[in-house]
């Protein structure tokens, strides 16, 4: 029993900035990887940006220079730092992450989602 709890999301103006984070809690053994994904009224979710457990990141194309992925493993959390935001930016905002909740089971698990709007 995990969950991805979210915050940080909000109303920004174009240019700029919001961190998202996103902490795991219950029965987590070990997190693999982790990462963002968004979601636009009408459009499909598409990826953000991912994290793996040694770190490495990758990112969409749409926000490559803007934005970046990082996590604290201690703290079984992972961060969106969003600059130079854009209205096209504007989404709901999903954490994920590959959880180990006991010995022979892992899955993947999702936040509920916290809304960014960007607009002046």
């Known amino acids: 029993q995990v969950q991805l709890v979210e915050s940080g999301g909000g109303l920004v103006q174009p240019g700029g900035s919001l961190r998202l984070s996103c902490a795991a809690s219950?029965?987590?053994?070990?997190?693999?990887?982790m990462g963002w994904y968004r979601q636009a009224p009408g459009t499909e979710r598409e990826l953000v940006a991912g994290?793996?457990?040694?770190?490495?990141?990758n990112y969409a194309d749409s926000v490559k220079g803007r934005i970046t992925i990082s996590r604290d493993n201690a703290k079984n959390t992972v961060y969106l730092q969003m600059n130079s935001l854009k209205p096209e930016d504007t989404a709901v905002y999903y954490c994920?992450?590959?959880?180990?909740?006991?010995?022979?089971?892992?899955?993947?698990?999702w936040g509920q989602g916290t809304q960014v709007t960007v607009s002046s």
């Open positions: 219950g029965s987590i053994l070990s997190i693999n990887d």
């Open positions: 994920t992450a590959k959880v180990q909740s006991r010995r022979f089971s892992v899955d993947r698990d």
């Open positions: 994290i793996g457990a040694g770190g490495s990141t």
